[in-house]
């Protein structure tokens, strides 16, 4: 058994998913992957299950019924490690907008530079992103300068979703208190981490756009980052 698992949620990604398990498989530290299927009807689990035959123990899948949510499904990820004997636990896509070359610089972030928390960062040395227009990398960067600024954790991608945990900041962490299921799921994790005193690092990555498949950025989810973020701090502070 590996001691790092990479944890991809997937809904319709049948384009894109046996090319992800073949780069991440490829790399030599031998990290095992969780598919977090959310019933995708393009038939993303079926692919799943047949690679299982190719891939063996290091290939895991667990379906769930409908599509739950991007935070539900990383919550069941983490919650599936811990039962486990996982020492460093990863997010990543499936649509290579997270390159898997990059997941080695994570984890050597945690594992030999004594991070809790290795995030793949696109904005701690300049701008970082490949195929967005640039009305969605201005909505990206300034998000994470707001979000930066209300909560005053010290890291310049405060939204993003290419990480590598420490076991012991999961294990820190009460999960029925998670708020969010969206795009803020990312933040309120960090600052969750933050807030007790786990040790952040960027580590520079560039973030590519899709090039198969559907973004599943929805208005809404942009809604619940902006708002959710107030309600982060306010809560801190009564905590306090």
């Not at 393009?42 to 019924?65: F, I, N, P, S, W």
């Not at 983490?78 to 486990?84: H, T, V």
């Not at 649509?95 to 030999?112: G, M, N, Q, T």
């Not at 300049?126 to 600024?149: D, Q």
Request: positive net charge; hydrophobic residues 40%; glycine residues 8%.
């Amino acid at each position: 058994m590996s001691a790092s698992l990479v944890i991809i949620p997937t809904y319709n990604e049948k384009e894109n998913i046996l090319p992800i398990l073949e780069a991440v498989f490829s790399l030599p530290q031998g990290f095992e992957v969780l598919i977090i299927d959310d019933g995708s009807p393009d038939g993303t689990a079926d692919m799943v299950r047949d690679a299982q035959k190719t891939y063996g123990d290091r290939l895991h899948l667990e379906c769930r019924t409908g599509k739950l949510g991007l935070g539900t499904a990383y919550i069941h990820g983490f919650q599936w490690a811990l039962q486990r004997d996982y020492q460093y636990v990863f997010e990543m896509d499936a649509d290579f907008s997270h390159d898997p070359k990059d997941l080695p610089r994570l984890l050597d972030a945690c594992a030999v530079y004594d991070a809790d928390l290795a995030i793949g960062s696109r904005y701690s040395n300049g701008v970082n992103v490949v195929n967005w227009p640039m009305s969605r990398v201005l909505l990206s960067y300034f998000a994470s300068k707001y979000v930066r600024f209300i909560t005053g954790m010290p890291i310049h991608d405060t939204t993003a979703g290419f990480k590598c945990y420490r076991r012991r900041v999961l294990e820190s962490i009460n999960f029925e208190k998670i708020r969010f299921v969206g795009y803020a799921f990312q933040i309120e994790m960090k600052f969750r981490a933050w807030r007790k005193g786990f040790h952040l690092a960027e580590v520079p990555v560039i973030f590519t756009d899709r090039k198969l498949g559907q973004s599943k950025m929805s208005s809404g989810i942009i809604r619940e980052a902006v708002f959710g973020v107030i309600l982060l701090k306010i809560s801190s502070i009564f905590r306090k």
